[in-house]
Every structure is written in structure tokens, then in C-alpha cells.
């Protein structure tokens, strides 16, 4: 098993800031992707951005340009740091672990842009 820990959501105003992290513990496999996806109310939950074991990242057209996804060099936190955060980017975002055998969830962490 492997649990992860998310923490950093909030209330933003429009074209504010936000950084997302997310610790991951347990049975940890080498070679694994971690990545962050959302879900707004009536939506399907979708990817926001992953970065894997080797550093390889992509990211969801919809954040492209303005988030950016990083490891720690423990490489077991992950991080999301969120520019130009629009309404449309309000949604719980989820932490998500996989390796070859093993998928997790995180609790979610609400993020909210209004003004």
C-alpha cells in the first residue's frame, strides 16, 4: 500500500497563486509515476499534470503554460505549482501514485478561484 498526503488548497482570487503538495509513504516502488488530477462538481475527474521516477512530466492541455509539476529529490513529494489560476480551475484535486501493480488516490484537497 501507499498513502498519500495532500495539502496546500484554498480560496485564490482570480490570477493568483496556488502550490499543491503531496507526500507519498509506504511501499514505494522505484519506478512510478505521481501526478495530480481534478474534478469539478458534474465533471469527470481529469489529469492535470504527472511527473514519473526518471523526471518526465506532462501536463493537461487545459494548465499547459501555467502549471508546472516537480518532484522533491527524495522523489517521493510531489508538487504543484499553480499560475494565472482561472474559476475554471476550481475542482478537488486528487493526488494519484502508480507503478506497474500498485494505483493510489489521495483524499483531495478543494481548490477554489473566485473573487
Known amino acids: 500500500q501507499v498513502q498519500l498526503v495532500e495539502s496546500g488548497g484554498g480560496l485564490v482570487q482570480p490570477g493568483g497563486s496556488l502550490r499543491l503538495s503531496c507526500a507519498a509513504s509506504g511501499n514505494i516502488h522505484s519506478i512510478n509515476t505521481l501526478g495530480w488530477y481534478r474534478q469539478a462538481p458534474g465533471k469527470e475527474r481529469e489529469l492535470v499534470a504527472r511527473?514519473?521516477?526518471?523526471?518526465?512530466?506532462n501536463c493537461g492541455a487545459a494548465v499547459k503554460g501555467r502549471f508546472t509539476i516537480s518532484r522533491d529529490h527524495t522523489k517521493t513529494t510531489v508538487y504543484l505549482q499553480m499560475n494565472s489560476l482561472k474559476p475554471e480551475d476550481t475542482a478537488v484535486y486528487y493526488c494519484?501514485?502508480?507503478?506497474?501493480?500498485?494505483?493510489?488516490w489521495g483524499q483531495g484537497t478543494q481548490v477554489t478561484v473566485s473573487s
Open positions: 511527473i514519473t521516477s526518471g523526471g518526465s512530466t
Open positions: 494519484n501514485y502508480l507503478d506497474l501493480t500498485l494505483q493510489s
